[in-house]
């Protein structure tokens, strides 16, 4: 490396106290992409308020019906419910992120000194916010058509919510993972791979109603554990400890293989241009 | 200030830039033109540390861009025009977001004596990204680039669809920075452009530099563009 006459001796700014701004900039810059957005709220709020509205009322209906009846319609509306939890972090993720690589607003970011790190932290935690919110709505609208729902369930509910956001936050990564390689063309990318795991995922049936192959890979999958632990629950039996304690382990090996993923992504993302293409 | 050592890069399996070095002083305005695919926007990909150069070495104040990219990225800044920040969130959010990526404090006087001087109203700030016109959004870029007062500023036809007298203000303020030894490498098409206020002029063709001097005039262009 040559020598030269302008190295900085001191630069101007500091790096490490200022990562928690840089999060916090990245954090507001994605929650202002939804604030005036009306694709994005109707995506977040109205189209989960209505299905909770169909399928509250399918299990509503169902307690004036024999007991398998009404035991279906708690399961949907359960497997519903806490299924957006996963399925909407995944997708707000990728969401925020292909809005910046459309408007080109991505390269601005990245020239920043901002690291793969902080950027993750901030997408991750604004789409967290924006379904934290989303779920407060869409709570008050369940407490109105099926106002038991969440007192037979009790508090674990704040724990399943957890699991099942980590679980979204894992596999967002992996999207955003593909969304850097491919770039805008594969904004899909999320529902794709929230609709994959949603099979494995066992939302709406047992591990045993998986043939062969499926029903092995769903043991891998950290929210198959914890809807199974819910479902179990609902019949009244206890907390499944052991399942739970598999999820958090899976949820965190997946969080780190796709911060991973995601760095080893933008690597070659800058070999083949995918972000100035984009 | 900025040591390019033979750059090579592919694209495609497209050569787009063949053994470019380059060695920029600090105070220099640099001018960059050439024909479109000449790889004018692909070498400040490059310099800015979007794209990563198959062979050759970066240097930039001293430190090599692959080993102390965010020591460097503190230092310098990128605006193109063809670039739109957060669509639905207005002018002055996107502002407040960069300054936090930047860390800067003083960004409302940053940005307060750039637009006085530019002539352009404070409204500016409360308009949403998605309701700018093309020149105002390169206004608002220009802005951005210059939050963190970069050493090394890069800007890519960033004037293009400002109108004339915005332009000679922007330009106004880009020539100022040479006093305080700052480096500004800009693309443009328009070459009076160039010769207004660049002290060095670069024209790439093919991948290759062809030209590297002083700026030169309108008629003597063909012969490098060709």
């Known amino acids: ?278 | 200030m900025i040591e390019l050592i033979n750059i090579n890069k592919s694209l495609g399996g497209k050569r787009i830039l063949s053994n470019v070095s380059l060695s920029v002083r600090g105070g220099e305005i640099v001018g960059i033109a050439g024909s479109v695919g000449a790889g004018k926007s692909t070498l400040l990909h490059i310099l800015t540390g979007l794209l990563e150069p198959d062979s050759g070495e970066i240097t930039l104040m001293g430190l090599p861009l692959k080993t102390s990219r965010q020591h460097i990225a503190s230092n310098i800044n990128y605006a193109s025009s063809s670039q739109r920040l957060g669509g639905y969130a207005s002018v002055r959010e996107n502002l407040t977001t960069y300054a936090d990526l930047y860390g800067t404090i003083k960004f409302r006087s940053v940005v307060t004596k750039l637009w006085r001087f530019c002539r352009i109203p404070e409204s500016l700030l409360f308009k949403k990204i998605f309701r700018l016109s093309s020149g105002e959004n390169s206004f608002v870029n220009f802005t951005k680039a210059l939050l963190n007062n970069p050493r090394i500023l890069f800007l890519d036809e960033i004037t293009a669809h400002m109108d004339p007298l915005l332009t000679q203000r922007v330009l106004t303020v880009i020539r100022k920075r040479k006093k305080s030894n700052n480096v500004s490498m800009l693309i443009s098409q328009n070459i009076d452009e160039i010769r207004h206020i660049c002290t060095r002029m670069i024209i790439l063709r093919q991948g290759k530099i062809v030209y590297d001097g002083k700026p030169i005039q309108n008629n003597k262009i063909n012969t490098y563009y060709a």
């Not at chain 1, 899909?188 to 045993?208: A, H």
């Open chain 1, 1 to 278: 490396m040559m020598a030269s006459p302008y190295k900085i001796t001191k630069l101007t700014h500091t790096m490490h106290s200022n990562s928690l701004r840089r999060i916090r900039g990245l954090y507001l810059h994605y929650l202002y992409s939804v604030k005036r957005n009306p694709a994005r709220i109707i995506e977040m709020f109205v189209w989960p308020a209505f299905e909770i509205i169909l399928f509250g009322f399918l299990a509503a209906s169902g307690k004036n019906k024999p007991a398998e009846a009404e035991a279906m319609g708690v399961i949907i509306l359960t497997g519903i419910v806490y299924w957006n939890c996963t399925a909407r972090v995944i997708q707000e993720a990728v969401a925020q992120f292909t809005d910046d690589f459309v408007s080109k607003n991505i390269q601005g970011i990245l020239v920043a000194p901002v690291t793969m790190g902080e950027l993750l932290i901030g997408v991750t935690a604004a789409a967290l916010t924006k379904i934290a919110i989303s779920l407060v709505v869409l709570g008050g609208v369940l407490a109105f058509i099926y106002p038991s729902f969440f007192s037979t369930l009790g508090i674990h509910t704040l724990f399943w919510i957890f699991q099942l956001e980590l679980v979204g936050v894992a596999f967002s990564y992996i999207s955003l993972a593909i969304v850097l390689l491919f770039g805008e063309r594969v904004s899909f990318s999320g529902w794709i791979i929230s609709t994959i795991l949603q099979i494995f995922s066992l939302v709406f049936y047992e591990r045993t109603a998986l043939p062969g192959i499926l029903s092995t890979i769903s043991y891998a999958v950290p929210s198959s554990y914890v809807f199974e632990t819910i479902r179990a629950y609902q019949h009244g039996d206890p907390l499944i400890t052991t399942g739970q304690i598999i999820a958090l382990a899976l949820s965190a090996t997946y969080i780190t293989m796709g911060f991973g993923l995601v760095n080893a992504s933008f690597v070659f993302a800058k070999k083949i241009g995918t972000i100035i293409k984009s």
